[in-house]
């Protein structure tokens, strides 16, 4: 069940995220990956205790060790300041408006949601990309950020669903406690 | 709780930044007894602070956590910085992230890839070697090499530094590294060999990273997440082995998220008594002191004094600030190279610094005494999401990702180009932005001189030959700051890129010329020492962390009455300044 974004909204920004990054050959388009988990994931950050802006460590489990990426580490009081800023926005709070306003990806992400309209999921390619096009340019780049983060980050962010976006590209994403070998390291 | 002899103290020593600067000064004085508070600014992802000081266990290979989400921050939404070239692009062209190290427990040298250089000889004595530049203020260093080699010594023992004598153009040294080097990464052999193909003559770059198991730390296993990340496993070794030893002598109390908002004074102006911060909380508290060690940077050390009007008969706070040019040659090679394994930079070469007949000729035709460049790493980078945010949105991505083009199959020289003082390059207050707290955010004003654009113009058809001779099908020079007409501006931006922030409160021997003392105090609150960057007069050509930590060693130890003995050259060590061929640079 997503945590911020409604059902509709939900498919929505994954088709959004499928457009900018498509599926390509044995790469899986950033929605298909699970980028919209990724996103609400992340505008749903601090329905969580630790929030879930940085995941534990230090190992994944995949490649041995405990795993401890899902023990989210806990925020000092600046750092969880300038992530509900950015998250959030300043919303008038004059402790977040030290240099004026702050919009917040909540915002950029419903504003651009309207934007696009109820009937995007039922427009064909070509006019969803029209659509798209003529949306806010603040929401076009961070909702492209936010693809290749969802594709290629780890996926105990939300995205990368069953390491597919790094199965497509060879990368092997966090190796330790194994590591690789002076020889893998040296050799072609 | 920790105790002095005086009850009207709270610690020997109050050290300001828990950095390799600050890390150094906490590890050597409480080695010699003092009692010290280290405050940082920045929240604690290094170390338990409770015995035995484990690692907390937040580093890990993870890239959006530390590059996309400003674990390490500072975070420039509250902590905003400012640039500007000169003061006709106004108060500021850029808020932002601005070379913005990392403001945590163990500041720059956590993140650090942890490439551990000495500088040369000359590098202490540039303007009597080589001569002043027209614009520039190129000075000595008050010391030698030859008074610093003993404090580089114990700089690479107490952070544990890999490397070989295999350098020609190295400084002299006194003894063996402690480790040998790890693993050459695949791309650095084909660099390397090209190099040496061209005349050059490269090198197993010393790293502070250990290649076998050090001081309780475990041997480095290649796993790739090495510049931009804490150690998983902890095999580097600054600032983590400094801060450890420091915290386990009981004598030491580290406080993070601590901000320093003043230094406290006497009443007559002429000592400190200590600094007042404020917690986690906002809770203004003060930490009474003998000695105030500053170790914040070559960017907050000078903010700091600039707020309250410290230090600065000489008004050179803050100027001469100095990056180092940055000139990063990229090529493209029809294999993967897998520079997702291993250190970040393997590799490196130093022949641009001693220059030979060509860069003379060089400089001379560009109308200059001389130039100097910088080390060269040999490097490669395996982050996907940064390389994916390269491509842009569209059909092609996928496939672009899988070629690969900018990640593995990409291999690069970046050269530390050495970046003269000049008095208009500065950190100053910027009067409309502030940050979270309610401070004058600090404001960069940087143009680079001739010096720095010619000398980098001079290298690069060099290195993109070497790059095309190990394999490259193509390759493309781009500098951080652009050079006048760089189409790449728009990628790299026109801020200094550079995490080598130097020189704002200059160490000299004439207070009207100089910030610090000699022997790094501020010439107008002797009890007040500056032990990070912001002391260095000149920028070297080299990576800047091995001679920030010799540097505060040797500052403490002074401090401590306990200075170590300058050693001298193995007979026939020492060299003058001389062209690559040994003749003189004329």
Not at chain 1, 49 to 62: L, T
Not at chain 2, 535 to 552: D, K, R
Request: net charge negative.
């Amino acid at each position: 069940m997503p945590v911020w974004l409604s059902a509709d909204e939900h498919r929505v920004v994954g088709a959004v995220l499928d457009l900018l990054v498509p599926r390509n050959g044995p790469s899986p388009g950033a929605g298909e990956a699970g980028g919209a988990d990724y996103v609400d994931g992340l505008l749903g950050a601090f329905s969580f205790d630790p929030p879930h802006i940085w995941a534990g460590g230090p190992f994944s489990g995949r490649n041995g060790g405990e795993a401890s990426f899902e023990k989210w580490i806990p925020m000092g009081a600046l750092e969880e300041l300038a992530w509900r800023m950015r998250i959030e926005g300043s919303q008038g709070d004059p402790e977040r408006e030290f240099n004026g306003p702050v919009l917040g990806w909540q915002q950029v992400y419903g504003e651009g949601l309207v934007a696009l309209g109820d009937d995007f999921l039922g427009l064909d390619e070509a006019a969803r990309v029209q659509r798209l096009a003529g949306t806010d340019e603040a929401f076009r780049e961070l909702a492209f950020t936010h693809a290749c983060e969802a594709l290629y980050g780890d996926p105990v962010y939300g995205g990368n669903h069953d390491r597919s976006g790094w199965h497509g590209i060879g990368f092997a994403g966090d190796v330790q406690p194994r590591g690789w070998t002076d020889v893998e390291v040296e050799q072609p | 709780m920790i105790a002095t002899a005086d009850p009207t103290l709270d610690c020997d020593a109050v050290i300001v930044g828990s950095g390799p600067s600050g890390a150094t000064a906490a590890d050597l004085l409480t080695a010699h007894g003092w009692t010290v508070v280290v405050l940082e600014k920045g929240a604690n992802h290094l170390i338990d602070l409770e015995p035995p000081h484990g690692p907390l266990g937040h580093s890990s290979n993870d890239e959006l956590k530390s590059i996309q989400r400003h674990l390490l921050g500072p975070d420039p939404l509250v902590e905003p910085r400012t640039f500007r070239r000169t003061e006709a692009d106004g108060d500021h062209l850029f808020v932002g992230h601005v070379n913005s190290l990392p403001s945590t427990v163990g500041g720059g040298g956590f993140h650090a890839d942890a490439k551990l250089p000495r500088f040369r000889e000359d590098d202490f004595r540039l303007r009597s070697a080589l001569g002043p530049h027209e614009g520039a203020d190129v000075v000595d260093w008050p010391f030698a090499y030859a008074d610093l080699e003993p404090y580089y010594a114990e700089a690479e023992r107490l952070i544990g530094v890999a490397g070989e004598e295999t350098n020609p153009f190295a400084a002299w040294r006194s003894g063996s590294f402690p480790m040998p080097p790890g693993a050459d990464m695949f791309g650095a052999t084909l660099s390397m060999a090209a190099a040496e193909r061209a005349g050059l003559h490269p090198y197993r770059c010393p790293t502070g990273v250990n290649s076998v198991p050090y001081d309780g730390r475990p041997a480095c296993n290649n796993c790739g997440f090495c510049g931009g990340y804490g150690c998983p496993i902890e095999a580097k070794g600054d600032p983590v082995a400094l801060l450890r030893r420091a915290l386990l002598t009981g004598r030491c109390q580290l406080r993070a998220e601590s901000y320093v908002t003043a230094i406290t004074m006497a009443a007559d102006g002429r000592r400190a008594t200590g600094v007042r911060y404020l917690d986690d909380q906002r809770q203004e508290l003060e930490v009474r002191a003998a000695h105030v060690v500053l170790a914040a940077g070559a960017f907050e050390t000078p903010r700091l004094l600039l707020r309250q009007a410290l230090g600065n008969s000489s008004g050179l706070v803050g100027r001469n600030l100095m990056y180092h040019f940055q000139t990063m040659t990229v090529g493209s090679f029809p294999m993967p190279l897998h520079a997702s394994r291993g250190r970040c930079v393997t590799g490196a070469h130093d022949d641009h610094i001693v220059g030979n007949d060509a860069s003379a000729a060089a400089a001379r035709d560009a109308g200059l005494p001389w130039i100097r460049g910088g080390l060269v790493e040999h490097g490669g980078a395996g982050e996907p999401v940064r390389e994916a945010q390269y491509y842009g949105p569209g059909t092609h991505h996928g496939a672009a990702m899988r070629r690969s083009t900018l990640r593995d199959r990409m291999w690069a020289f970046t050269m530390q180009g050495e970046d003269l003082a000049q008095p208009t390059n500065r950190i100053d207050l910027d009067p409309q932005v502030r940050d979270a707290f309610g401070y004058p955010a600090g404001r960069v004003t940087y143009n680079p001189h001739p010096h720095e654009l010619v000398a980098s113009a001079h290298a690069a058809p060099i290195l993109e030959a070497v790059l095309r001779d190990a394999g490259a099908e193509w390759a493309h020079t781009s500098t951080s700051p652009p050079a006048p007409g760089d189409r790449s501006a728009a990628v790299l931006g026109q801020a200094p890129a550079s995490y080598h922030v130097m020189g704002t409160t200059r160490m000299g021997p004439d207070p009207a010329t100089s910030v610090v003392n000699p022997e790094g105090r501020l010439w107008n609150v002797e009890n007040v020492l500056v032990v990070d960057s912001s002391v260095f007069p000149t920028s070297a050509g080299y990576n800047p962390t091995l001679t920030i930590v010799a540097t505060a060693s040797r500052t403490v130890r002074l401090l401590l009455g306990a200075p170590l003995d300058a050693t001298a050259p193995q007979p026939g060590g020492e060299r003058p300044p001389a062209l690559a061929d040994g003749r003189p640079i004329t």
